[in-house]
Antibody, heavy 119, light 110 residues
Framework: QVQLQESGPGLVKPSETLSLTCGVS?????????WSWVRQPPGKGLEWIGE???????NYNPSLKSRVTISLDTSNNQFSLKLNSVTAADTAVYYC????????????WGPGTLVIVSS | QPALTQPASVSGSPGQSVTISCTGT?????????VSWYQQHPDKAPKFMIY???NRPSGVSSRFSGSKSGNTASLTISGLQAEDEADYYC??????????FGTGTKVTVL
């Protein structure tokens, strides 16, 4: 049974970089699957941020692509999200997730972590 | 990429059936059978309910079923139960090799 857990600062200042990590147990990030980030602003809907494959290929939401980097850390069996130049609009609960099968991206989810952008 | 369109809310009495629509375009819902549905209770992570339009992952009740016609996918909940009260989101793979969520639907059990 795979488990995912997000971690990182809960408060980020405007114009700075939001950095989160998703620790994975029960599966290897370097062996198979695609690994994603999804966010949800308070009281609003879900938004796909992007994904990375076990081999390091990435796909991003076009609306965030210029500010997002997703990377693998195979030595620690985790993957990371960096979102730069943040504003208050980036305040959200951030979820990491693992795909279920090809083109079915979010079969397993972490519990989510709230990140607030404020000075 | 604009979000897929869902009704803001639907409601039904216990035991009844409700259907949630999810309307996209010929570049996403209409182009592929890669439509999924997620259930989200308040302050919880989404739960994977339906994939590839109509398939249920192991452990998901058979009361949940999915279908698609043209650019519109649908989720039907039969025999509505109190525990089904939640937000529901559809998602689709797109021709741009990206994914898009629906706007979300709140299901209320009367």
């Amino acid at each position: 049974q795979v488990q995912l857990q997000e971690s990182g600062p809960g408060l980020v200042k405007p114009s700075e970089t939001l950095s989160l990590t998703c620790g994975v147990s029960g599966a290897s990030v370097s062996r198979s699957n695609w690994w994603s980030w999804v966010r949800q602003p308070p009281g609003k809907g879900l938004e796909w941020i992007g994904e990375i494959s076990h081999s390091g290929s990435t796909n991003y939401n076009p609306s965030l692509k210029s500010r997002v980097t997703i990377s693998l850390d195979t030595s620690n069996n985790q993957f990371s999200l960096k979102l730069n130049s943040v504003t208050a609009a980036d305040t959200a609960v951030y979820y990491c997730a693992r795909d279920y099968t090809a083109y079915v991206p979010w079969g397993d989810w972490g519990p989510g972590t709230l990140v607030i952008v404020s000075s | 990429q604009p979000a897929l369109t869902q009704p803001a809310s639907v409601s039904g009495s216990p035991g009844q059936s409700v259907t949630i629509s999810c309307t996209g375009t010929s570049s996403d819902v209409g182009a592929y059978n890669y439509v999924s549905w997620y259930q989200q209770h308040p302050d919880k992570a989404p739960k994977f309910m339906i994939y590839e339009v109509s398939n249920r992952p192991s452990g998901v009740s058979s009361r949940f079923s999915g279908s698609k016609s043209g650019n519109t996918a649908s989720l039907t909940i039969s025999g509505l139960q109190a525990e089904d009260e939640a937000d529901y989101y559809c998602s689709s793979y797109t021709s741009a090799n990206t994914y898009v969520f629906g706007t979300g639907t709140k299901v209320t059990v009367l």
